[in-house]
C-alpha cells in the first residue's frame, strides 16, 4: 500500500522533507549518502532538508567513527510539531486580533 503524503504537506512539509524524512525512516538511520540515493534528492539538497527535519524535531544528527549519521525520532513526534504550529498560530491570532481595529479604520 502506498503511504499518502498529502497530510504532511498539508502541515508544512515540501516533498524534499518527504523523501528525505521516510528515506531515513526506512534506513534507521544513515549517512548522507544512503539518504541522498534512497531519496532521490540531490546530497546538496539534502543537507539543508536535514536541518529542516532537525528544527522541526524529527530527526536527529550523531557521530559514529568520526562520520556524521541521521537518524529518525518516533514518527509520532509530529504530533509535537502540529500543537507547536497550533500553538504559534493562536499567538498569531492573538497579536492580528489587537491590530484589527487600527487596520479596520
Known amino acids: 500500500m ?3 503524503t498529502q497530510p504532511l504537506e498539508e502541515i508544512g512539509f515540501s516533498k524534499g522533507e518527504i523523501k528525505v524524512y ?7 538511520e544513515g549517512t548522507i549518502g544512503p539518504i541522498s540515493k ?3 534528492v540531490t546530497a546538496a539538497k ?3 532538508i536535514l536541518d529542516k527535519l532537525m528544527k ?3 530527526i ?8 556524521l549519521h541521521f537518524q529518525a525520532f ?6 509535537n510539531y502540529i500543537k507547536e504550529k497550533r500553538n504559534n498560530l493562536l499567538t498569531e491570532e492573538r497579536e ?3 491590530i484589527l481595529p487600527l487596520l479596520i479604520s
Do not use: A, F, Q, V
Not at 521516510?22 to 534507521?28: A, F, K, P, V, Y
Not at 536527529?60 to 562520520?67: E, H, L, R, Y
Open 38 to 40: 534512497k531519496s532521490g
Open 74 to 79: 518516533n514518527p509520532k513526534r509530529i504530533m
Open 22 to 28: 521516510l528515506s531515513i525512516l526506512e534506513l534507521g
Open 46 to 48: 539534502t543537507y539543508p
Open 56 to 58: 522541526k524535531g524529527l
Open 96 to 98: 492580528i486580533k489587537k
Open 60 to 67: 536527529t544528527k550523531i557521530i559514529k567513527s568520526d562520520t
Open 2 to 4: 502506498e503511504l499518502n
